[in-house]
T-cell receptor
Framework: DAKTTQPPSMDCAEGRAANLPCNHS???????VYWYRQIHSQGPQYIIH???NNETNEMASLIITEDRKSSTLILPHATLRDTAVYYC??????????FGAGTILRVKS | SAVISQKPSRDICQRGTSLTIQCQVD?????MFWYRQQPGQSLTLIAT?????????ESGFVIDKFPISRPNLTFSTLTVSNMSPEDSSIYLC?????????FGPGTRLTVL
């Protein structure tokens, strides 16, 4: 599976949009981009995934560049409860998740 | 989505003893996994739990230390054997429903 690069940490003001970037320049054609988050002392929570089209659900939006070499997870109105470690993972279906270090997102009031 | 529960949620154990962690999924899942998360670290995959057969272990993990069972599609156990303080971690169970992997809340293990 391809590797990803994420910034180690980011800050965001409460109520503003949080934009979390992820680089995956070696992604292959059958690999999806998945995002998970882990709030302190809890198991990872699935957020969203996509192949090449932009995706939106009740939690977030996922924007994937046309060349698929990078993506951005958008939390439209961040709250204090969104403070967590966010993991971007590229994987083909049927394979197991391998976690990197992720991005620590701190939402501040 | 799949809802995954684990027992116990936490435990404090003496070195040299063993602990078995149970994982229950509320629906059938195709694949089940066990992860370890050491303090301040990301998750590391221990093994894939295979129904009715031996688990598939990742590099650095062995069956004698982490025996795993999966008797059916919704239940698995992980045993941490002959524990030492270095085994103090959070152990997480995971299952795949559809194309998404879901996680349990974790078992926080402290070894004294």
């Amino acid at each position: 599976d391809a590797k990803t690069t994420q910034p180690p940490s980011m800050d965001c003001a409460e109520g503003r949009a949080a934009n979390l970037p992820c680089n995956h320049s070696t992604i292959s054609g059958n690999e999806y981009v998945y995002w998970y988050r882990q709030i302190h002392s809890q198991g990872p929570q699935y957020i969203i995934h996509g192949l090449k089209n932009n995706e939106t659900n009740e939690m977030a939006s996922l924007i994937i560049t046309e060349d698929r070499k990078s993506s951005t997870l958008i939390l439209p109105h961040a709250t204090l409860r969104d403070t967590a470690v966010y993991y971007c993972i590229v994987i083909s279906h049927g394979n197991k998740l391998v976690f990197g270090a992720g991005t620590i997102l701190r939402v501040k009031s | 989505s799949a809802v995954i529960s684990q027992k116990p949620s936490r435990d404090i154990c003496q070195r040299g003893t063993s602990l078995t962690i149970q994982c229950q999924v509320d629906s059938q899942v195709t694949m089940m996994f066990w992860y370890r998360q050491q303090p301040g670290q990301s998750l590391t995959l221990i093994a894939t739990a295979n129904q009715g057969s031996e688990a598939t272990y990742e590099s650095g993990f062995v069956i004698d230390k982490f025996p795993i069972s999966r008797p059916n599609l919704t239940f698995s156990t992980l045993t941490v054997s002959n524990m030492s303080p270095e085994d103090s971690s959070i152990y997480l169970c995971s299952g795949t429903g559809g194309n998404t992997q879901y996680f349990g809340p974790g078992t926080r293990l402290t070894v004294l």
